[in-house]
């Protein structure tokens, strides 16, 4: 069984910085491409960065300059916030596209909260 667990949400104010770490646990073949996608209240879910199956990390336009992605080794992805904005508030999750048990699909983590306060 695969898990991906997320911690370091929490509630800052607007300028300031958070870091979420995603640590991959079980049964994993290979990892194709691991990174975050966040949802605000009331919108759909939205990628955020990630590395893809080359390891180049991809940013979205919102958060280019502000955000970055980093990973200590296969299983583990972090996500530095800096400048926070109050549109960045939103259940932040880990997602993984791997392979565990000859079987290639997508996991999700449960979700940390981050909230931006103005």
């Known amino acids: 069984q695969v898990q991906l667990v997320e911690s370091g949400g929490g509630m800052v104010q607007a300028g300031e910085s958070l870091t979420l770490s995603c640590a991959a646990s079980?049964?994993?073949?290979?990892?194709?491409?691991m990174g975050w996608y966040r949802q605000a209240p009331g919108k759909q879910r939205e990628f955020v960065a990630y590395f893809d199956s080359v390891d180049i990390p991809i940013y979205a336009d919102s958060v280019k300059g502000r955000f970055t992605i980093s990973r200590a080794n296969a299983m583990n992805v972090y996500l530095q916030m800096n400048t926070l904005k109050p549109e960045d508030t939103a259940v932040y999750y880990c997602?993984?596209?791997?392979?565990?048990?000859?079987?290639?699909?997508?996991?999700w983590g449960l979700g940390t909260q981050v909230t931006v306060s103005s």
């Open positions: 079980g049964i994993i073949g290979s990892i194709n491409t």
């Open positions: 997602y993984a596209l791997l392979t565990s048990v000859g079987v290639k699909k997508n996991y």
